[in-house]
T-cell receptor, first 114, second 111 residues
Framework: GESVGLHLPTLSVQEGDNSIINCAYS??????FIWYKQESGKGPQFIID?????DKRQGQRVTVLLNKTVKHLSLQIAATQPGDSAVYFC?????????????FGTGTRLTVIP | DAGVIQSPRHEVTEMGQEVTLRCKPI?????LFWYRQTMMRGLELLIY????????DSGMPEDRFSAKMPNASFSTLKIQPSEPRDSAVYFC?????????FGPGTRLLVL
């Protein structure tokens, strides 16, 4: 069935290195995607979003890349810091009726090694 | 600005008891979402409201779960009777567009 999934459930990186978190989606009609960060004991926090008419969007130390051909989404974190350790979720809006209903992936746990 | 507010933050109860979770969305947001998060099933959408009206409750596990939104600034999720398998973190989120903003969650433990 249709789903949002992550390739890697865990990722460990050295402090200062760049991190890349990947996400595959299966609904080619999805037109909006979001990355969330969830720290232990907290709710998911919005990081960055991208619409399907874009291939790349940059924020502060984060970049989201969208490849619609292979239905792949990635989050790049530059100069990863210990505070970046968290679970990262991708989410997609599959609903073209205007409802703001997001479908979430299973999450990737990022661990930053000092 | 205050974000989404949820109460209580932690709840421990015994099987069979009624549990009521509360949420205050961000002022001006017209959509409200209730999610459940567990290690086994991840983040699941239970129900969402648009302009205080329930739009999709297909994620509500069973009749023991009910949700209401009597006005634009308040929503409740009720479990009656509660069971141990209901133990999870319950999140409320609100939005005025496609981006949802989450509350801190209520950690529920049913013994």
């Amino acid at each position: 069935g249709e789903s949002v999934g992550l390739h890697l459930p865990t990722l460990s990186v050295q402090e200062g290195d760049n991190s890349i978190i990947n996400c595959a989606y299966s609904n080619s009609a999805s037109d909006y995607f979001i990355w969330y960060k969830q720290e232990s004991g907290k709710g998911p926090q919005f990081i960055i979003d991208i619409r399907s008419n874009m291939d790349k969007r940059q924020g502060q130390r984060v970049t989201v890349l969208l490849n619609k051909t292979v239905k792949h989404l990635s989050l790049q974190i530059a100069a990863t810091q210990p505070g970046d350790s968290a679970v990262y979720f991708c989410a997609e809006n599959r609903d073209q009726t205007g409802a703001n209903n997001l479908f979430f992936g299973t999450g990737t746990r990022l661990t930053v090694i000092p | 600005d205050a974000g989404v507010i949820q109460s209580p933050r932690h709840e421990v109860t015994e099987m069979g008891q009624e549990v009521t979770l509360r949420c205050k969305p961000i002022s001006g947001h017209n959509s409200l979402f209730w999610y459940r998060q567990t290690m086994m099933r991840g983040l699941e959408l239970l129900i969402y409201f648009n302009n205080n009206v329930p739009i999709d409750d297909s994620g509500m596990p069973e009749d023991r779960f009910s949700a209401k939104m009597p006005n634009a600034s308040f929503s409740t999720l009720k479990i009656q009777p509660s069971e141990p398998r209901d133990s999870a973190v319950y999140f409320c989120a609100s939005s005025s567009s496609e981006t949802q903003y989450f509350g801190p969650g209520t950690r529920l433990l049913v013994l």
